[in-house]
């Protein structure tokens, strides 16, 4: 293994007990500054995006096929977001300040997706002209999971936060209670 892939793995390896330790208890909700970490991953992947399609790497994927590989990797990501989202406590304190702990499925999901696009970039660098697709294609499709998966969990908190706010109750914790 080479240095450029056992960097990122010991890096993952140091950050996941850090936030998995960080999310154990409740932190404070602001809902107002739930759109900040979107903007800034959908900044930052579209920067890598462009990034990538201008390295040289391949072709920037523009034919059907690849915008296909695209779409399904921004939908899945919105879908499991979405999920995560709702997976994430939030409660109204009595003093009127937002709680909300995150659940560690999905910052697992999260370091699963890195490592998937990490394992299988050298495989699909070797085997994409056997498929006729562009590799390129298949590795922005995991950028723009992580991007999806931002953006529909932020969406999703802060419509329930929102209803929490507002004097309404968390309708998700209420299903799960009654089951």
């Keep these: 293994m080479t240095q ?33 970490a979107p903007l800034l991953v959908v900044a930052a992947i ?43 406590t939030i409660h109204k304190e009595p003093d009127g300040v937002l709680k909300a702990q995150a659940s560690p499925i999905g910052l697992l999901i999260i370091i699963g997706v890195m490592l998937a696009r990490r394992a299988l970039e050298p495989w699909l660098a070797a085997h994409a002209a056997d498929w006729h697709i562009n ?3 298949v590795l922005e499709a995991f950028m723009l999971f992580a991007a999806g998966m931002v953006v529909a969990q932020r969406i999703e908190m802060f419509i329930r936060a929102r209803n929490i706010q507002r004097g309404g109750t968390d309708a998700h914790v209420e299903v799960e209670v009654e089951r």
């Design 4 to 36: 450029q892939q056992l960097i990122p793995l010991i890096v993952i390896a140091v950050v996941i007990p850090l936030v998995l330790l960080r999310n154990r208890k409740p932190r404070t909700l602001r809902p107002q500054f739930l759109w900040v």
């Design 46 to 88: 579209s920067f890598g995006i462009w990034g990538m399609s201008m390295s040289g790497r391949g072709a920037a994927p523009v034919d059907p096929i690849s915008l296909l590989i695209l779409a399904v990797g921004l939908g899945l990501g919105a879908a499991f977001g979405w999920q995560r989202g709702k997976m994430t």
């Design 135 to 137: 590799p390129l294609a």
